[in-house]
């Protein structure tokens, strides 16, 4: 089967722009979770969505914004993109009940000049 | 708010050393804990979870057993391989669907 998937794999932007990640899940799974890992931390949680609803949120601004498709694909998108941004983003993919495993893509790589 | 706070690393053992990582949570309620492992060049992959109080949960020679009174969660494996090598990552859910996860320890298994 195949895993969490996630595209593009690498990308570069310019301070001020626009970028839209996306992550599809697991067969089955409905819930998708995004976080955002810089360089020697751990995963900061971004949202989850969980049936096309926000389940979610953290302490992110509001440049930072989310979508759940009817096929449990999802988008992350960032606006007015600062070089802080720049980061792995990852996105996990699960069942959605409580505690359930979540199983992460590989990344996108987000670096921002 | 919630948090977890591991120990840091690097951590280097010699193969066949004992192995601990130290985590501890601060969390509202009752949270499910989980460790988490990223290999040199791999995602991250869930290695053990515990969902209530004196729960241990285990997975390849790891064991981590969930101490409510200490608000703990320390990684052990009685001897480590090479293969060990990689970043470990303690994380809680408090069942608000908002994961918290440690900085990592970065461990270093040495021939």
């Known amino acids: 089967d195949a895993g969490v998937t996630q595209s593009p794999t690498h990308l570069i932007k310019t301070r001020g722009q626009q970028v839209t990640l996306r992550c599809s899940p697991i067969s089955g799974h409905k819930s998708v979770s995004w976080y955002q890992q810089v360089l020697g931390q751990g995963p900061q949680f971004i949202f989850q969505?969980?049936?096309?609803?926000?389940?979610g949120r953290g302490n992110f601004p509001d440049r930072f914004s989310a979508r759940q498709f009817p096929n449990y694909s999802s988008e992350l998108n960032v606006n007015a993109l600062l070089l802080g941004d720049s980061a792995l983003y990852l996105c996990?993919?699960?069942?959605?009940?409580?505690?359930?495993?979540?199983?992460f893509g590989p990344g996108t790589r987000l670096t921002v000049l | 708010g919630d948090s977890v706070t591991q120990m840091e690393g690097p951590v280097t053992l010699s193969e066949e050393a004992f192995l601990t990582i130290n985590c501890t949570y601060t969390?509202?309620?009752?949270?499910?804990l989980f460790w988490y492992v990223q290999y040199p060049g791999e995602g991250l992959q869930l290695l053990l979870k515990a969902t209530k109080a004196d729960d241990k949960g285990s997975n390849k020679g790891f064991e981590a057993t969930y101490r409510k009174e200490t608000t703990s969660f320390h990684l052990e494996k009685g001897s480590v391989q090479v293969s060990d090598s990689a970043v470990y990552f303690c994380a809680l859910d408090s069942g608000t669907y908002k994961y918290i996860f440690g900085t990592g320890t970065r461990l270093k298994v040495l021939a």
């Open positions: 996990a993919s699960s069942l959605g009940g409580q505690a359930d495993t979540q199983y």
């Open positions: 969390a509202t309620g009752y949270p499910s």
């Open positions: 969505y969980y049936e096309k609803e926000e389940r």
